[in-house]
């Protein structure tokens, strides 16, 4: 309305309804841009088109895949060299665990373990069986040697034997607890040592604490071997006091030498699968008899019994 009174003022001749008209939709248009201008968020008058964006989320999505083509790339080169690794290693026969020790079982009644290197190992299944008999024959003729001490001291405790035929009941199981307690030892200690968990620094706190578990084992099975032979098997009081006296300091004695044997091997440089187990056992039955029989000798006596 304002530029129609100021165009009216200087034309002699009022405009015509045409001219209204068109200064009408000309004020109206821009009023409208103002308007738009004034409440469009900050987002809409950015520079960047629909199109734009469309265009960078394309390309964000072009790289993406690119980055995880070559991660995948790459982890199929590493497992392919990996594997071409593996295939190299074991056409040479190197193992990853080649220096590693490893236990395996022994024999005897003992039940003990040894440990050997693996390529002993590897070599065990081309060996002969002449082969075998030919590398322990040698040690278990020692053992057997030593054993005969046994029968040396079942001939030196005769006439107690004679006085108490009771006692003789208890001969094998007194040997057979030795070797299995000992056993247990042998088996316990060349499986640390085999897998690095202790060295020889560690022996004499090894061997005190077998010896000491030795001790405890003992005495609960002593408690328990003694009554149930008495009022169970009809054993006589006396008799029935030494095996539990025994089963404490026989357990004790094999339980030291099974953890002390494999260290002794190390050190001296011998097989121990071949030499511990074996010879655990015949050191217990030679001291573990002895022990049971001077016990036998004072228990006696305690109980007032001539022998």
Excluded at 210 to 238: D, F
């Amino acid at each position: 309305m304002l530029l129609w009174t100021q165009t009216s003022r200087h034309c002699k001749k009022p405009p015509s309804a045409l001219s209204f008209l068109l200064y009408t939709l000309l004020f109206t248009t821009a009023f409208s841009n103002s308007v738009l201008a004034i409440n469009t968020p900050a987002a809409f008058v950015s520079k960047k088109s629909p199109v734009n964006i469309m265009t960078a989320k394309t390309n964000n999505n072009t790289n993406d895949s690119s980055a995880l083509r070559e991660l995948k790339d790459t982890i199929k080169t590493q497992a392919a060299e990996i594997d071409r690794l593996k295939n190299e290693l074991t056409k040479n026969g190197i193992s990853v665990a080649v220096k590693k020790k490893v236990v395996v079982p022994s024999g005897g009644h003992a039940h003990g373990g040894g440990s050997a290197d693996n390529e002993d190992i590897l070599d065990y299944k081309e060996k002969s069986s002449f082969a075998i008999a030919y590398e322990r024959v040698p040690w278990l003729a020692v053992f057997l040697f030593s054993l005969s001490f046994t029968a040396l001291i079942m001939n030196g405790f005769e006439h107690t034997l004679s006085k108490q035929i009771e006692l003789a009941y208890f001969v094998p199981l007194m040997a057979g607890h030795g070797g299995n307690t000992g056993g247990q030892a042998v088996g316990t200690v060349l499986s640390a040592l085999s897998a690095g968990i202790i060295t020889r620094q560690d022996a004499w706190k090894v061997i005190g604490k077998e010896a000491t578990s030795g001790l405890i084992m003992g005495v609960i099975l002593g408690a328990m071997v003694g009554p149930i032979s008495h009022y169970v098997m009809g054993i006589s009081k006396h008799v029935a006091t030494v095996v539990s006296v025994t089963f404490p300091l026989l357990s004790t004695i094999a339980s030291f030498l099974g953890s002390s044997l494999p260290f002794v091997c190390v050190i001296l440089g011998l097989d121990p699968a071949v030499i511990a187990a074996p010879a655990m056992t015949s050191f217990v039955d030679v001291t573990g008899l002895l022990c049971y029989f001077l016990i036998a000798n004072q228990v006696f006596k305690a109980f007032g019994l001539e022998l």
